[in-house]
């Protein structure tokens, strides 16, 4: 069965509105999750990596007050798209490690901006 | 150079046949090493670890060479349902310890014919 569980899997919304995705990892908790974005017949991007109870680390260029991440409890993380635009259009997915090195991912949001 | 870089082919092979992928790295001190399998508009789920013994798994065998920073993975006897994706992942464990990112090859597509 799935590990880590995100929400919804597909978002269609108009130019300038904000969406939030949600990533929950099942029966385990999880300390640190990790976004990434895959834009087509490209390889996954890190974007960020949540920490809970404090910061995110975002890679570089990945602008922070655009894309918000709270990981307010040990078993979510949410990513919010701040005034989406047609270019953040795009396959977003979120992993977290289960006891050693294994990430699993959830099944991803394919984020559509009209 | 591209961190991990993989012929995105696509290989066209007939059912029975037996496929080999490669994937070059360019961190000499990334610290392991994985095969994701990702199926069209889906989410990486792991194939199988990679480890500098070798390693197989049913028709799966992988193998890496530190020194020339290459890994590989051997499909034999090609099935239908093997058609997808296939990435190269290297953990860089830039977080400390383990729970580093992973960084991802494009991809190999793999589509196999009755």
């Known amino acids: 069965g799935a590990v880590v569980s995100q929400h919804p899997s597909r978002v269609i919304c108009k130019s300038g509105t904000s969406v939030k995705i949600e990533c929950r990892s099942l029966?385990?908790?999880?300390?640190?999750m990790f976004w990434y974005r895959q834009f087509p017949k490209q390889s996954l991007m890190l974007m960020a990596t949540?920490?809970?109870?404090?910061?995110?680390?975002?890679e570089q260029g990945v602008e922070k007050d655009k894309f918000l991440i709270n990981h307010a409890s040990l078993t979510l993380s949410t990513l919010t798209v701040t005034s989406a635009h047609p270019e953040d259009s795009s396959f977003y997915i979120c992993?977290?490690?289960?006891?050693?090195?294994?990430?699993?991912f959830g099944a991803g949001t394919r984020l559509s901006v009209l | 150079r591209k961190e991990v870089e993989q012929d995105p082919g696509p290989f066209n092979v007939p059912e029975g046949a037996t496929v080999a992928f490669n994937c070059t790295y360019s961190?000499?001190?990334?610290?392991?090493f994985f095969w994701y399998r990702q199926d069209c508009r889906k989410e990486p789920k792991l194939l199988m670890s990679?480890?500098?013994s070798g390693n197989e798994d049913g028709r799966f065998t992988a193998q890496l060479n530190r020194a020339s920073q290459y890994i590989s993975l051997l499909i034999r006897d090609s099935k239908l349902s093997d058609s997808a994706t296939y990435l190269c992942?290297?953990?860089?464990?830039?977080?400390?310890?383990?729970?580093?990112?992973?960084?991802f090859g494009k991809g190999t597509k793999l589509s196999v014919k009755p």
């Open positions: 992942v290297v953990n860089i464990g830039r977080y400390g310890g383990s729970q580093g990112n992973l960084i």
């Open positions: 961190n000499s001190a990334s610290q392991s």
């Open positions: 990679v480890y500098s």
């Open positions: 992993s977290a490690h289960r006891g050693g090195n294994i990430q699993y």
């Open positions: 949540s920490n809970e109870g404090s910061k995110a680390t975002y």
């Open positions: 029966d385990f908790q999880a300390t640190t």
